[in-house]
């Protein structure tokens, strides 16, 4: 499986990089979502396939293609902030 990083998704990943436990936090469930990418639930009014993880008090949003096996990270932030960005 390729994973795909948006811009978005590594310029939050960055601003959170001094918060140790998060990161840990973050990889452990990206390697959830690797063994199984229908983890997530589907995002409401999205038609694109996106799905959300909960990272307590961060959302994780991710797409995943079957066809081409990529698993594009779209987005990490507060769970406040993400939502207004769409």
Do not use: C, W
Request: glycine fraction near 4%.
């Amino acid at each position: 499986m390729q994973i795909a990083r948006s811009t978005s998704f590594e310029k939050n990943v960055k601003k959170y990089r001094k918060d140790k436990e998060t990161i840990k936090r973050l990889q452990n469930h990206i390697r959830k979502i690797i063994e199984n990418p229908e983890l997530g639930e589907f995002l409401k009014g999205q038609g694109r396939g996106e799905r959300k993880i909960y990272i307590p008090p961060f959302r994780l949003l991710y797409a995943y293609s079957k066809n081409d096996d990529i698993l594009y990270l779209l987005d990490f932030d507060h769970r406040n902030i993400i939502y207004k960005k769409k």
